[in-house]
């Protein structure tokens, strides 16, 4: 049997213009229940939406029809509809999916979608969790009611895209995916532990390479080594604890993993172009000066 969810059905279809990039739906699509096994689920749309569309695969597959051409997208594959666009794609009831999308718009909304590098069609993601907890989050806090949830929605949906774009241009394979989620959980481990002193080593054991393999990984997927990734959490903690706490510029460097304050103030500088406790007088010369013009 043949379940079709048509352009009618739709009630978020519409083009917000006055927020510069907005989520005006999004969400997971699962197998339905109730549905029988050979069932076919299909999505048309002949005049498309106002808006755009992003689609991507956890598990499973989707057909996806354009004129004469009919193209499978599989795990790891997302797809972007554009505005306007004719939509219609089907899955198979029986066979596991997992899907999540997002519907946005805004004034800005093309301009950034073509800096991202992402334009009509399908491309491949891999099976990157950043992704997909990317749109989970987007996906709690459309449904939450909490202050600033418009807000928050379109800086992730900002990220979300930024990473399709990333994603897109480096290309993905079975390998050099596996990869990237080893580092990735490399990188979210450093950041969890980034006062603490531990040798890269360690970070490339739990990768299963060696530390020159890690390095050069870690490096091509974020622009700099797994050392420099550390320091530049640790001096941004610093920043804000030089803002908002009156703790010596030592107890400061402490807590951010350096034994020797001199080492810590150099490297800071070199960061920032000044000392810490030049950066520290100047933010209270600023806020100051905010205060007497508030």
Same mark, same amino acid.
């Given at each position: 049997?043949?379940?079709?969810?048509?352009?009618?059905?739709?009630?978020?279809?519409?083009?917000?213009?006055? &927020?510069?990039?907005?989520?005006?739906?999004?969400?997971?699509?699962?197998?339905?229940?109730?549905?029988?096994?050979?069932?076919?689920?299909?999505?048309?749309?002949?005049?498309?939406?106002?808006?755009?569309?992003?689609?991507?695969?956890?598990?499973?597959?989707?057909?996806?029809?354009?004129?004469?051409?009919?193209?499978?997208?599989?795990?790891?594959?997302?797809?972007?509809?554009?505005?306007?666009?004719?939509?219609?794609?089907?899955?198979?009831?029986?066979?596991?999916?997992?899907?999540?999308?997002?519907?946005?718009?805004?004034?800005?909304?093309?301009?950034?979608?073509?800096?991202?590098?992402?334009?009509?069609?399908?491309?491949?993601?891999?099976?990157?969790?950043?992704?997909? &907890?990317?749109?989970?989050?987007?996906?709690?806090?459309?449904?939450?009611?909490?202050?600033?949830?418009?807000?928050?929605?379109?800086?992730?949906?900002?990220?979300?895209?930024?990473?399709?774009?990333?994603?897109?241009?480096?290309?993905?394979?079975?390998?050099?995916?596996?990869?990237?989620?080893?580092?990735?959980?490399?990188?979210?481990?450093?950041?969890?532990?980034?006062?603490?002193?531990?040798?890269?080593?360690?970070?490339?054991?739990?990768?299963?390479?060696?530390?020159?393999?890690?390095?050069?990984?870690?490096?091509?997927?974020?622009?700099?080594?797994?050392?420099?990734?550390?320091?530049?959490?640790?001096?941004?903690?610093?920043?804000?604890?030089?803002?908002?706490?009156?703790?010596?510029?030592?107890?400061?460097?402490?807590?951010?993993?350096?034994?020797?304050?001199?080492?810590?103030?150099?490297?800071?500088?070199?960061?920032?172009?000044?000392?810490?406790?030049?950066?520290?007088?100047?933010?209270?010369?600023?806020?100051?000066?905010?205060?007497?013009?508030?």
């Amino acid at each position: 049997m043949l379940h079709v969810h048509d352009a009618a059905q739709d009630t978020t279809d519409r083009e917000i213009r006055d &927020r510069p990039l907005a989520v005006n739906s999004c969400g997971t699509n699962t197998q339905p229940e109730g549905y029988a096994a050979g069932d076919i689920c299909t999505v048309r749309r002949p005049a498309g939406r106002k808006d755009f569309q992003l689609i991507l695969i956890e598990t499973g597959a989707i057909r996806f029809f354009h004129g004469n051409t009919i193209t499978e997208a599989r795990t790891g594959s997302a797809f972007l509809y554009l505005p306007g666009t004719p939509q219609e794609y089907a899955w198979d009831v029986g066979r596991p999916l997992l899907s999540h999308w997002v519907h946005y718009s805004g004034s800005t909304a093309s301009d950034i979608t073509r800096r991202c590098g992402l334009n009509f069609g399908l491309f491949q993601t891999g099976c990157d969790k950043t992704l997909i &907890r990317l749109f989970e989050r987007i996906s709690l806090e459309k449904q939450s009611s909490s202050p600033l949830g418009e807000e928050l929605c379109s800086a992730m949906l900002w990220e979300l895209l930024a990473f399709c774009g990333r994603r897109k241009t480096q290309g993905w394979n079975e390998n050099t995916d596996r990869a990237r989620l080893l580092i990735s959980s490399a990188a979210e481990k450093i950041a969890r532990e980034w006062a603490r002193n531990e040798p890269v080593e360690t970070y490339a054991a739990l990768c299963g390479f060696d530390i020159y393999r890690f390095t050069h990984e870690f490096s091509a997927l974020y622009g700099v080594s797994p050392l420099q990734y550390r320091i530049s959490i640790r001096l941004r903690h610093a920043s804000e604890y030089l803002k908002g706490t009156a703790l010596s510029v030592r107890d400061i460097a402490e807590l951010c993993g350096y034994d020797d304050p001199l080492y810590f103030s150099r490297i800071f500088a070199k960061r920032f172009g000044i000392s810490p406790r030049e950066f520290r007088k100047e933010n209270r010369k600023e806020e100051r000066s905010e205060s007497a013009s508030g």
